[in-house]
């Protein structure tokens, strides 16, 4: 499996913004047959600090999210949101070994 | 839902003995009825580094997870093990809305 946790800090005012657009590659994301996970979470201490957590069947199905027509959309729009870049981590799932979404 | 990010940093030495412990945690955690998710990450970059993805039906089953014999073994089990205090970091989760383990 191919695990990232993605640490997203977004601009006050375009907390909303960023919810609806995240929200719609969450949709688009689960539709893709080698995505097992896409979670998004809202730091309740810090309602503007998000995390993605991302799990894909493989490598290659994680390169092809990053081609799919939900993801360059997301990208685009909400690239002017950033507080910061986006940092994302890599991790080896230990637990469960089948993930579903 | 009650999600909450568990930051685990293990002492080098003990890296095996806590993955066996915490294994069996996320078997028992995943029987409990609240339960939606017990996910064990390892970080790639530092594998002496952990995320545990817990996530409950609400506030009352969190609770009771730490009443469960699998998590209060774990507890005193990993606690010589720790190279630093666990840190939990709530959130709220906005998608997707139902989350199935």
Chains 1, 2 share one sequence.
Do not use: C
Request: aromatic share 8%; glycine share 2%.
């Amino acid at each position: 499996m191919h695990v990232t946790l993605v640490h997203v800090h977004v601009k006050p005012e375009s907390l909303e913004a960023f919810v609806a657009a995240t929200r719609r590659n969450h949709e688009g994301s689960l539709r893709e047959p080698g995505n097992l996970r896409f979670d998004v979470l809202q730091s309740e201490d810090e309602p503007s600090r998000f995390v993605l957590v991302e799990i894909f069947r493989d490598a290659e199905a994680a390169v092809a999210h990053k081609q799919t027509p939900h993801y360059l959309a997301w990208r685009d729009e909400v690239a002017a949101w950033m507080a910061a870049p986006r940092e994302g981590k890599r991790y080896r799932m230990l637990a469960p070994l089948a993930a579903r979404p």
